[in-house]
């Protein structure tokens, strides 16, 4: 079982930026950051493997950067040139084993709470 509580959610302007952290009991899972709008599924934003190689949405591309401090057990996204469709609510995620699928939420074990970052115009 590994717990993971999210935080620096807050609200924005478009362009500005925001910091997400997320606290895990374990760091040495495969961790990711997802997000997800009333209505639509919930969409990866960004992940490390469990090798250290990361991967993000086309979407965010350029724009956030996540990281993982092993020490501290905790797993951030910086987010910079925030856009209004950046608004949802942010989950951090843990899983075992991506099988290369590492931007792909169905195969993420464990879930945190959810943090909520809104873009206004």
């Known amino acids: 079982q590994v717990q993971l509580v999210e935080s620096g959610g807050g609200s924005v302007q478009a362009g500005g930026s925001l910091r997400l952290s997320c606290l895990t009991s374990d760091s040495s899972y495969c961790m990711g950051w997802f997000r997800q709008v009333p209505g639509k599924e919930r969409e990866g934003v960004a992940h490390?493997?469990?090798?250290?190689?990361?991967n993000y949405a086309d979407s965010v591309k350029g724009r956030f950067t996540i990281s993982k401090d092993n020490a501290k057990n905790t797993l951030e996204l910086q987010m910079s040139s925030l856009k209004p469709e950046d608004t949802a609510m942010y989950y951090c995620a843990a899983v075992l084993f991506t099988m290369g699928r590492g931007l792909d939420p169905q195969i993420y074990d464990w879930w945190g709470q959810g943090t909520q970052v809104t873009v206004s115009s």
């Open positions: 490390i493997d469990c090798d250290g190689s990361i």
